[in-house]
């Protein structure tokens, strides 16, 4: 299959991954699953140990259908990982609160991606090489091969894990106030209160010798931008695909 | 136990909840879990169906050391909770992106909060009217007693669920770039950019009625605000414990 054509086609629809709730709201097409998590650094990962549920907050990344994280190798999550792990990895952002005349119809505008996969570590040598740079590129354009090194050490202590996307949806809200028309007359405020994700002015670290300017690559997190853009602007120099 | 004594204590820690990962990063005390909790709106709950974990995304709100969300009673998680369903709660803030001198140091700054409990239904139907109430009151001051009043269908079309949180961790990173003594010459542009969550312009309902301002109990959400600090002060004004 080819990358156009991957992303174009959606993933596979059962009652793991149906929108119940609002199915209106609904996509199951890879294009805007991707967008949703090209969008977010933060991901929640839900897995399970010994029928306890645990959702773990860390920072993943895409590449074609298969979700990238990483962490120390002495996290419990990753302990229990050796075998490959049912896990659930959710990218939410929250675009705005909405202000009804009523209760039930108050809401949030959203947009949230739930994807499905068996996680596992990455021990190739090459593809965990390949990924600790793309760890550093992905989010900060040709930004590794400028940096120290990696020492073996730092290799070792750092686990990859690795989430071939099996099955995924994706859930919208992207409107105003949605009031039953007979309330329209109530008299209260009612409309919608955007939120947004900025960057602001980057803080330099104090110990930089003079005259190390801010790389030009970095330019997708100018202060006032928001963080939405600058990430999906980086994954498309990084995955054009 | 007082309201004083409530919000001093620390959860208990257990493997279950212990910050194993940077373990300096790692806070049990109330005070300090719940506001983070209280500065997001956004949960992301974790919980399992069949050996299948979820990770679930939904708006939650904070009474003492109670957690509520809410959703339609068709959604496929409250079914399975009538009994009661062990789940794992999470409230994340990206503060910052962290651009060190090499790959293995570079990092975000981040708060999170991680809650273990049973999650109910919340049957009984004067806990339920409170908490149709808190769910508009918590984040919008007073507004409760303003809406067009629910209906019964609407109520039953609600199901509110509970979550006394039994442990909890919070991990905290907030802080600039930290390199290795001997990677500061390393000539690499470093430092931390900033990321904050904020309001936008309100965008009133086309269909209000002339004449309907905004009320001064949403000042809290003014345009160029955190969202953070709106709702740590409606949280405040709700429950001031």
């Given at each position: 299959m080819s990358d156009d054509t991957l992303s174009a086609s959606a993933y596979a629809v059962s009652p793991r991954n149906r929108?119940?709730?609002?199915?209106?709201?609904?996509h199951y097409d890879r294009e805007t699953v991707h967008a949703i998590l090209d969008a977010g650094m933060l991901c929640h990962v839900a897995w399970v140990l010994d029928g306890q549920p645990f959702c773990t907050p860390t920072l993943h990344w895409r590449e074609g259908d298969t979700l990238y994280w990483h962490g120390s190798s002495a996290s419990r999550m990753l302990r229990t990982l050796r075998g490959g792990l049912a896990a659930c990895v959710t990218v939410s952002h929250l675009d705005g609160l909405v202000l009804a005349r009523c209760g039930f119809n108050h809401s949030a505008n959203y947009r949230s991606a739930i994807c499905f996969g068996t996680a596992r570590i990455v021990e190739d040598p090459e593809e965990k090489a390949r990924a600790l740079i793309a760890v550093i590129d992905r989010f900060y354009p040709e930004r590794a091969a400028t940096l120290r090194a990696n020492t073996v050490q730092e290799v070792k202590a750092t686990t990859v894990i690795a989430m071939p996307i099996d099955q995924a949806s994706a859930k919208i809200r992207a409107k105003g106030v949605a009031d039953d028309p007979e309330d329209l007359g109530h008299p209260v405020w009612a409309g919608v209160l955007p939120v947004r994700t900025v960057l602001g002015a980057a803080e330099p670290c104090p110990h930089m010798a003079p005259g190390i300017a801010r790389p030009a690559?970095?330019?997708?997190?100018?202060?006032?931008?928001?963080l939405d853009a600058a990430l999906r602007a980086t994954q498309a120099l990084y995955d054009p695909a």
């Amino acid at each position: 299959m080819s990358d156009d054509t991957l992303s174009a086609s959606a993933y596979a629809v059962s009652p793991r991954n149906r929108v119940k709730r609002t199915p209106d709201r609904g996509h199951y097409d890879r294009e805007t699953v991707h967008a949703i998590l090209d969008a977010g650094m933060l991901c929640h990962v839900a897995w399970v140990l010994d029928g306890q549920p645990f959702c773990t907050p860390t920072l993943h990344w895409r590449e074609g259908d298969t979700l990238y994280w990483h962490g120390s190798s002495a996290s419990r999550m990753l302990r229990t990982l050796r075998g490959g792990l049912a896990a659930c990895v959710t990218v939410s952002h929250l675009d705005g609160l909405v202000l009804a005349r009523c209760g039930f119809n108050h809401s949030a505008n959203y947009r949230s991606a739930i994807c499905f996969g068996t996680a596992r570590i990455v021990e190739d040598p090459e593809e965990k090489a390949r990924a600790l740079i793309a760890v550093i590129d992905r989010f900060y354009p040709e930004r590794a091969a400028t940096l120290r090194a990696n020492t073996v050490q730092e290799v070792k202590a750092t686990t990859v894990i690795a989430m071939p996307i099996d099955q995924a949806s994706a859930k919208i809200r992207a409107k105003g106030v949605a009031d039953d028309p007979e309330d329209l007359g109530h008299p209260v405020w009612a409309g919608v209160l955007p939120v947004r994700t900025v960057l602001g002015a980057a803080e330099p670290c104090p110990h930089m010798a003079p005259g190390i300017a801010r790389p030009a690559t970095l330019d997708a997190y100018a202060e006032g931008g928001t963080l939405d853009a600058a990430l999906r602007a980086t994954q498309a120099l990084y995955d054009p695909a």
